[in-house]
C-alpha cells in the first residue's frame, strides 16, 4: 500500500461522522423494507441506496459535478421528474369508476382536509407558511405531489417530506384499518353497495382528461403542470391510437424515473442536514396529516350514510386519499372482514380515483396560497 492510498484510506475514515453512518443505517433499512416487506420497493430501494452511497465519506457521486447531484439538479430542482411520473400514472388510471358515479368526487374533496388542518397545527409549531404547506401535502399520500409542492415552497425539506410521504404510502394497509374500524360500527362497516356497471362512451372518456384539464387549470393555474401531466398520461390511455406512447409512459418512462427520482431524493439525505429535530417533527406532522385526511374521508362517508338512508358504506370514504389503488384495495379488505362477500372495490375505486384529482388540486391551492412563482 503506497502512502498516496494510505492517506485516501486515512481521509475517508477520518471524514465518516455519526451522522451519515446513522444515515446509511437508515439508508439500509428502507432497503430491508423494500425487499424484506415490499413496502413500495420500486422508489423505497433507490431511495436506500442514494441514501447510502451520499454519506459515504468524499463519495464522487455528490457535489458540484456528482452524478447523483446532477440526478436532481436536472430532474428535481425543476420539477421535470414528478411531472414525467404523472404522465405514468395517468397512463394507467381508470376513471371509470368515477365516470360512472360522479358523486365520489366529494369523498376526494373530503380526503384533502387533514392537509390544510396539519397546514394550522405545523404553523402552531413553528414552521413558515411555506414549509407548513409542504408539510400538510404529505397527508395526500402522493409522491409527485408532494415533491413538486414541497421542492417549490421549501426545498430545504425535500428529503424528509418526501421519504415521509413515501414511506406513509407504503403503510396504506396498516395505518388506514384502525382508523377506519375506531370511527365505524361493524354493522355501517358490513353495508352492501351492489354495483351496477355501466357503459362509458368512448367519447365521454376522451373529454373526461381535456374538460377536467381545462376546468382545473382555469380555478387553479398553479395546479396546471400537475394535472396537464396527469391527464396527457390517461388521454393517451383512453385513445386508443397510440398504445407504444402508453405502454412506453407507464412502463419503461416510469420505471426508469421512478429510479433516478429515488436516487436523486436518497442523495439529499445527508447525515448533518436530515438528523435535526425538524425532521422528526415533519415525520410525526405528516403522520398526523394522513391520519387526519383518512378519518375526514370516513366521516364524509358517514355524512352519505345518513342522507342515502343506511345504504352507504362510510368505509369508501377512506380511499379518498391519493393512495391509488392500495387505499381501494384496503377498503375492500376491511369490508370483507366484516362480510366476505361484500364487493365495495369498485365504488372504492370511483373514491381513489377521485383523491388522485383532489390531492394535485390540493396542490395547486398550497401554491397558490403561497404565492408561489
Known sequence: MNSETLRLLLDGVNNLSWQSMVMMAIGLLLIWLAIAKEYEPLLLLPIGAGAILANIPLSPLVGEHGALTTLYNMGVENELFPLLIFIGIGAMTDFGPLLENPKMVLLGAAGQFGIFLTL????????????AASIGIIGAIDGPTSIYVSNKLAPELLAPITVAAYSYMSL??????????????????????????????????????????????????????LIGMLMLGNLMRESKVVERLTGAASNELANVVTLF???????????????????????????????????????????????????????????????????ARVVQKEASRENFDNFVLMHAMGANAAGQVASVVAGGVLLALMGAA
Open 120 to 131: 394550522l397545527l405545523a404553523l402552531a409549531l413553528g414552521f413558515s407558511q411555506p414549509q
Open 172 to 225: 396504506v394497509p396498516l395505518i388506514m384499518p384502525p382508523v377506519m374500524r375506531l370511527l365505524t360500527t361493524k354493522k355501517e362497516r358490513a353495508i352492501r353497495m351492489p354495483y351496477s356497471s355501466r357503459e362509458i362512451s368512448q367519447r365521454t372518456r376522451l373529454l373526461f382528461p381535456i374538460i377536467v384539464t381545462l376546468v382545473v387549470s382555469i380555478l387553479v393555474p398553479f395546479a396546471t403542470p
Open 261 to 327: 427520482l429515488g436516487l436523486a431524493i436518497g442523495s439529499t439525505m445527508m447525515g448533518e442536514r436530515f438528523l435535526r429535530p425538524a425532521t422528526l417533527f415533519i415525520m410525526g406532522l405528516g403522520l398526523i396529516a394522513f391520519v387526519l385526511d383518512t378519518a375526514a374521508g370516513v366521516m364524509f362517508g358517514k355524512l352519505l350514510n345518513v342522507f342515502s338512508k343506511g345504504k352507504f358504506n362510510p368505509l369508501i370514504g377512506a380511499a379518498g386519499i391519493s393512495a391509488f389503488p392500495m387505499a
